[in-house]
Every structure is written in structure tokens, then in C-alpha cells.
Nanobody, 116 residues
Framework: QVQLVESGGGLVQAGGSLRLSCAAS????????MGWFRQAPGKERESVAV????????YYGDSVKGRFTISRDNAKNTLTLQMNSLKREDTAVYFC?????????WGQGTQVTVSA
């Protein structure tokens, strides 16, 4: 089992940057593909960025390409999302996700609010 705890959310002005972190428990962190998802009020949860277990492959949603960077440190059991050039439409609760085969785990989420 994997437990995930996000941090780093907050209030930022449009054009600014934030860095989200996800701390994972468990000795098998490096076996999991990891991702960041977000959910805005009244909208469905959407995939923001995903990184493979080794870190060799990444995927980004179209709306964040070129602005966000996902990375992981398997030695420290951490997942990071660097968010630059933030826009108001990036406002959402951001969730960390770990997935392996039929197993998937979620963190509790961290709020990101981008003001004008």
C-alpha cells in the first residue's frame, strides 16, 4: 500500500510559479507510475502530468504543456510538479496519484488558486 501526502499549494498571481510536492510512504514507490491530476469546481478530475516508474517517460495534458514539469526522486520517495506561467484556469485542487496494475492510490489534494 502507498500513502500520498501533497504539499506546496497556495495562492499565486497569474504568471507566477508554484512547486507541488508529493511525499509517498512505502518501499515500492519506484514501482509505481505517478501522476498529478486536478479538479476544478463543477468539473471532472483531469490528468495534468504523468511520469513512468523509472522517470524515463512523461505525459502532459495539452493545457499545461510547456508550462509544467513533472519529476520524481525514487531515492526520496517524492514526486514534484513545477508549475510556471500559471493561469487563472489552473485553479483547482491538485491530487497526487500512484498506479501499478490494478492498484491506484490518491492523496488528499492541495488547493492551488491563481488570481488575476
Amino acid at each position: 500500500q502507498v500513502q500520498l501526502v501533497e504539499s506546496g499549494g497556495g495562492l499565486v498571481q497569474a504568471g507566477g510559479s508554484l512547486r507541488l510536492s508529493c511525499a509517498a510512504s512505502g518501499r515500492t514507490f519506484s514501482s509505481y507510475d505517478m501522476g498529478w491530476f486536478r479538479q476544478a469546481p463543477g468539473k471532472e478530475r483531469e490528468s495534468v502530468a504523468v511520469i513512468s516508474w523509472s522517470g524515463s517517460s512523461t505525459y502532459y495534458g495539452d493545457s499545461v504543456k510547456g508550462r509544467f514539469t513533472i519529476s520524481r526522486d525514487n531515492a526520496k520517495n517524492t514526486l514534484t510538479l513545477q508549475m510556471n506561467s500559471l493561469k487563472r484556469e489552473d485553479t483547482a485542487v491538485y491530487f497526487c496519484n500512484a498506479a501499478l496494475s490494478r492498484y491506484t492510490y490518491w492523496g488528499q489534494g492541495t488547493q492551488v488558486t491563481v488570481s488575476a
